[in-house]
């Protein structure tokens, strides 16, 4: 079976309650080993990684991450927003840009999507 | 000359309007023989399909429908807004999962538009 | 190196700022020779090209424009808006259907990116 390459792009925080619900589902259809997952969070998307008060969202990306989904933080989109690197989720890995991320990414064959 | 596979991604309701007049000037520009054209509503989306409140643009889906347009309705969604999939819109295809189609379909060879 | 070549979708005036920081952080990246840029609003996105609230935000597309980036507009977006095609500024392109764009550039390798 092919496994597919996708990236989903999130950019504002409201969307992210859609965007984990797209890939529970995603992987229900296709199982953890039928894709590639990439989340590209750029713009103010990337506040919800250190938002407490949306613990169970953040929990749900965790298990998402703890089965291969691959979270990433835009660092221009961090440093706009005044948010320390360091004190980032360790599920969620650092990217120097968001945007030349995303289009490495498609470049190298990833399918996207716009939740 | 070419015939383009184009997919738009509807995920919440107030993008329809928008969408639609997508689908109805594209067409125009290439003819209801040069693409096609499918439309995947998940989220939220997938309650304009049972909005009676939106007669006039549910009218132009249909009529959109008739000359070859695909619309589509995410089961996922239907469920999670409690939807009857028996009460839908004769023009609308139920798909097990919104974003497994969009991934199956740009796999195929769809170009995405998220209007 | 690859000259990547990457299309912007703006379709509402909400996400201009977001898509003028987008691709300025990705020439940061990439450099102005390593990417061909195509930004194509359509949709209410058309207005803000004529918003002189927005003058800064417009100062930065034309120094965009000046390195390369090509901003246009949908012909049947700015007739919806009733916006006069003469008075649009010079570095805007307009062009006959934003959707036909779109895709006539993804069909041509254009990598598509909805800021």
């Known amino acids: ?14 969307t992210w309650p859609k965007a984990v619900t797209n ?9 953890p080993s039928g894709a ?8 103010a998307a990337v ?3 250190y938002n407490q008060e949306k613990a169970e969202l953040l929990e749900r990306m965790q298990q998402l991450a703890a089965i291969g989904v691959k979270f990433t933080a835009c660092r221009n989109a961090l440093r706009a927003h005044q ?7 360790d599920f969620v890995e650092v990217v120097p ?7 490495a990414k498609q470049a ?6 716009k939740p």
Request: glycine residues 8%; without cysteine; aromatic residues 12%.
């Open 1 to 14: 079976m092919a496994v597919y390459q996708v990236l989903f792009h999130v950019s504002d925080n409201e």
């Open 23 to 31: 890939i529970e589902n995603f992987l229900k259809d296709v199982g």
């Open 47 to 49: 506040m919800t990684y």
């Open 97 to 103: 840009g968001g945007i030349t991320e995303i289009v």
């Open 83 to 89: 948010l320390d690197e360091q004190a980032k989720p």
């Open 36 to 43: 590639t997952i990439e989340v590209v969070a750029n713009a």
């Open 108 to 113: 190298a064959g990833y399918l996207y999507i």
